[in-house]
């Protein structure tokens, strides 16, 4: 079981820049597909971006194609969350999730969530 803990988030304006991060402990974190999550009030918890076990291919939700970047770094067991061009639309709890297997991005499959952190964006 891998256990994660997000950081990184804070209120930042329109077009400014966060970067998540998100520190796993358990010496199999390299094997997992990882992913970010987000969850707006009021609106169920939806799929951010996904990483593969090394790297080699990324995946983006519709919303943050062009403006966000996941990666990981195997050696420190974290995965981060480079946010820019932030937009009001974007303020939510953002949590990191270690994928039952590849691509599967249906957060309602995920039973155990870390506290998260938060992103809010002024406009």
């Known amino acids: 079981q891998v256990q994660l803990v997000e950081s990184g988030g804070g209120l930042v304006q329109a077009g400014g820049s966060l970067r998540l991060s998100c520190e796993a402990s358990g010496r199999t974190f390299r094997t997992y597909n990882m992913g970010w999550f987000r969850q707006a009030p009021g609106k169920e918890r939806e799929f951010v971006a996904g990483i593969s076990p090394t790297g080699s291919y990324a995946d983006y939700a519709d919303s943050a194609k062009g403006r966000f970047t996941i990666s990981r770094d195997n050696v420190k067991n974290t995965v981060h969350l480079q946010m820019n061009s932030l937009k009001p639309e974007d303020t939510a709890v953002y949590y990191c999730?270690?994928?039952?297997?590849?691509?599967?991005?249906?957060?309602?499959?995920?039973?155990?969530w870390g506290q998260g952190t938060q992103v809010t964006v002024s406009s």
């Open positions: 999730q270690s994928l039952y297997y590849s691509r599967d991005y249906d957060p309602r499959h995920y039973g155990y």
